[in-house]
């Protein structure tokens, strides 16, 4: 195990970390519904009746999104939202996802 593994391997029990993952998944989403939608930032802060500034801030994944910005999303990308609670797992590191 190298450095950066080992250093992915302390941190899955981490909310904080937890969190940031979270955070980019669900980025990734939102982007990939836009690209199958064919809609640019501009397009869907129109559709959320929101700036643009407001859509980078969603899809940065810094933001701590309400679940209510969420379902706003997801009606603009005329998509469901869906929330649940799995049992938990080993994390999958960024360097598991590249690999």
Do not use: C
């Not at 859509?55 to 869906?82: E, F, M, R």
């Amino acid at each position: 195990m190298d450095d950066r593994q080992a250093w992915f391997e302390q941190r899955h029990d981490d909310p904080e970390y937890l969190f940031e993952l979270l955070a980019i998944d669900i980025g990734e989403a939102i982007v990939a519904r836009m690209e199958a939608l064919g809609l640019n930032r501009a397009q869907l802060a129109e559709r959320m009746g929101v700036s643009r500034a407001r859509i980078s801030q969603v899809l940065g994944g810094h933001d701590n999104l309400t679940l209510k910005t969420l379902v706003a999303v997801a009606h603009a990308l005329d998509a469901s939202l869906s929330v649940g609670f799995e049992p938990r797992q080993r994390v999958m590191s960024v360097l598991d996802r590249t690999a």
